[in-house]
């Protein structure tokens, strides 16, 4: 494959430049938007010759409270939650 070495560096670069983030489809699309044209399974193949492989970033997800929360809670009702006598 010595025709696509151009094309590699460029598919590296572009790689490169968006963290390896950038998978196949927004790839193709940088490399037509460049003047290269190229289809998804062409730049499937060379990505997968050269081991390029887009990271999946997992969005994060808070899964506990803070201690502090029953501090931040307020009384907005009023209410007497404990009384010394019953109300009559």
Same mark, same amino acid.
């Given at each position: 494959? /010595?025709?696509? /070495?151009?094309?590699? &560096?460029? $598919? +590296? #670069? !572009?790689?490169?430049?968006?963290?390896?983030?950038?998978?196949? %489809?927004? /790839? =193709?699309?940088? $490399?037509? *938007? @460049?003047? @290269?044209?190229?289809? %998804?399974?062409? &730049?499937?193949?060379?990505?997968?010759?050269?081991? !390029?492989?887009? *990271?999946?970033? #997992?969005?994060? /997800? %808070?899964? =506990? &409270?803070?201690?502090?929360?029953?501090?931040?809670? *307020?009384? $907005?009702?009023? +209410?007497?939650?404990?009384?010394? *006598?019953?109300?009559?």
């Amino acid at each position: 494959m /010595i025709k696509n /070495i151009g094309l590699i &560096v460029f $598919l +590296r #670069k !572009i790689h490169k430049e968006s963290y390896e983030i950038y998978g196949l %489809q927004k /790839i =193709t699309e940088l $490399l037509n *938007k @460049k003047g @290269k044209k190229v289809s %998804q399974k062409y &730049v499937y193949s060379i990505m997968k010759e050269n081991n !390029i492989k887009a *990271k999946y970033i #997992k969005p994060y /997800i %808070q899964t =506990t &409270v803070s201690h502090d929360f029953s501090d931040k809670l *307020k009384n $907005l009702l009023n +209410r007497h939650y404990n009384p010394t *006598k019953p109300k009559i």
